[in-house]
């Protein structure tokens, strides 16, 4: 069965700095993955997708990579800004699982002005 | 262009009552989505519609039920409230179901309490 981990939990920056999210899962065999950005009492945005034939996407100060044979993604953010403050979900699909995605639990980041 | 849009907001039910859960798009998808969302865990599948007419379960169907009423709605009922439900549900939608490159379009949530 997936399974989609995602360090740290949390994490609080000073606002300018680049940081770095991770996120992990245990088959390889996956058709995309997607970054998500989800604001308290809010829906989730969908921020980037993988196909697992890519290595990397990037909108703006973001940057994702997917490295399938190792089983890990990360989400870049540079030059961090206090509106940036949200929790980031990262998911898989991997055809299995009714065809759906697979969630990790997020990392709440928090950037300090 | 609304989006995927949900009622109620929020509502707080007690043991063994029942209710609805709505959930619109606007964008002509053809699947929608009914997730649970819990503290320290990730975001769970309760039920899917891959097209307008049919339902399946998903990761977590247990004590709910789907109806897909046309092509911009699918409402998650429950019957019989318990505890255990009280969560954050989100209804999503995608153009398509099981195609590569496809993302999900998620409303803002409802937030139940069970007492």
């Known amino acids: 069965k997936q399974e989609v981990t995602q360090i740290p939990a949390a994490l609080s920056v000073p606002e300018g700095e680049n940081l770095v999210l991770n996120c992990s899962f245990t088959d390889s065999a996956i058709y995309n993955l997607q970054w998500f950005r989800q604001d308290p009492g809010k829906g989730l945005t969908s921020l980037l997708l993988?196909?697992?034939?890519?290595r990397e996407q990037t909108s703006g100060r973001l940057n994702a990579s997917l490295d399938k044979s190792s089983g890990r993604s990360t989400l870049y953010i540079a030059a961090s800004q206090p509106g940036d403050s949200a929790t980031y979900l990262c998911a898989v699909w991997d055809g299995g699982s009714q065809g759906n995605l697979i969630f990790g639990k997020g990392t709440k980041l928090s950037v300090k002005p | 262009n609304a989006g995927v849009t949900q009622t109620p907001k929020f509502q707080v039910l007690k043991t063994g009552q029942s209710m609805t859960l709505q959930c619109a798009q606007d964008m002509n998808h053809n699947s929608m989505y009914w997730y649970r969302q819990d503290p320290g865990m990730g975001l769970r599948l309760i039920y899917y519609?891959?097209?307008?007419?049919?339902?399946d379960k998903g990761e977590v169907p247990n004590g709910y039920n789907v109806s897909r009423l046309n092509k911009r709605e699918f409402s998650l009922r429950l019957e019989s409230a318990a505890p255990s439900q009280t969560s954050v549900y989100f209804c999503?939608?995608?153009?398509?179901?099981?195609?590569?490159?496809?993302?999900?379009?998620f409303g803002p949530g409802t937030r139940l309490l069970v007492l």
């Open positions: 519609s891959a097209s307008e007419g049919t339902t």
């Open positions: 993988i196909q697992s034939s890519q």
């Open positions: 999503a939608s995608s153009e398509a179901f099981r195609r590569r490159g496809e993302t999900q379009y």
